[in-house]
């Protein structure tokens, strides 16, 4: 139990920083140089790996909600940086996205120790999670080749459909191969089974997925709508798939997993209210606080949010 905790607190970290980064990023690319907006890449990227990194070591329960913090460093750091004023009911999003991630963080699962890539293979190859693949399989070729020729371009929920649910699979790709490469360094080489490749070629593939539907839906349609739309769908399929896969409820009694559930509608509405509000007291023409990840389609899309919710 105490190198599972020392592994919830490493994540964590990881997480948190992670956010830290990306918010970041929005803000020195706002500045407008080209060596600012080269820094804000490198800026994303050094987030993107400790968010990938994070999925080694902390369930993704407790990793993909804290995805909205990047939303609350932007906005801050928008505030004293850029002198873009964060009113009152931008305060009170960020508040809440601090308190419902606290409420995470407090009562978080522990996941069990795994020794082998083999054994998130067992995992992923139990009926429950199979049903689960499938389901998410045939609900995205039906989205993509049915519904996003007739109406992609006028129902934002088709393109963000398929980036949610391929995104679940992604994270959980994400996390294997984050297992092996921490057990890899630690001196149990993963390379050696076919399972951490099968696992990498999934990432890459769904990745490369996301991001195609993910700009579809941020050139069709209003940012501000797309964010936290992307963001709660991201993240609940994500957290279903973690609980279907890695069972990280089993051992929780009933107010823990309540207060989880309440942290995240907190986190939730933050991020709602943070959007909706995003504009209130500034001009039409600078009307720039920063979102999330999923905004900017030159960033990759977070395993968070994941948007942030963006990989």
Avoid at 237 to 243: H, Q
Wanted: with cysteine; proline share 4%; aromatic share 10%.
């Amino acid at each position: 139990m105490g190198n599972t905790v020392h592994d919830n607190v490493i994540g964590l970290i990881l997480a948190v920083s992670s956010s830290v980064f990306i918010g970041s990023s929005f803000i020195i690319k706002k500045m407008g140089l080209k060596r600012a907006a080269s820094n804000g890449k490198r800026a994303v990227l050094v987030g993107e790996l400790a968010n990938f990194a994070a999925y080694a070591f902390a369930p993704a329960i407790l990793v993909t909600p804290l995805g909205a913090l990047s939303i609350i460093f932007s906005s801050v750091l928008a505030h004293f940086i850029l002198k873009e004023k964060l009113h009152i009911f931008g305060v009170l999003g960020c508040a809440l996205c601090v308190v419902g991630s606290t409420s995470i963080v407090l009562h978080a699962p522990h996941e069990k120790d795994i020794h082998s890539v083999k054994e998130v293979w067992e995992l992923a190859t139990e009926p429950g999670f199979v049903v689960y693949m499938c389901l998410v399989v045939v609900w995205v070729f039906v989205l993509i080749f049915h519904f996003a020729p007739k109406c992609g371009q006028s129902h934002m929920m088709v393109y963000v459909g398929i980036c949610s649910l391929t995104g679940s699979i992604t994270v959980m790709a994400v996390k294997a191969v984050g297992i092996a490469l921490k057990l890899t360094f630690e001196g149990m080489n993963q390379f050696v089974y076919f399972q951490t490749w099968f696992f990498t070629v999934v990432v890459i593939g769904c990745c490369l997925l996301q991001i195609n539907y993910l700009n579809k839906a941020l050139d069709t349609f209003n940012t501000a709508v797309v964010s936290p739309v992307y963001y709660v769908m991201f993240t609940s399929f994500t957290i279903v798939a973690s609980i279907i896969m890695f069972k990280e409820w089993a051992k929780q009694d009933a107010s823990q997993i309540a207060t989880e559930l309440c942290g995240f509608v907190t986190i939730l509405s933050g991020t709602f209210l943070l959007h909706k509000t995003k504009d209130m007291g500034t001009k039409p023409s600078d009307a720039t606080l920063v979102n999330p990840t999923p905004d900017d389609p030159e960033l990759p899309i977070k395993t968070h949010t994941h948007e942030s919710n963006q990989i």
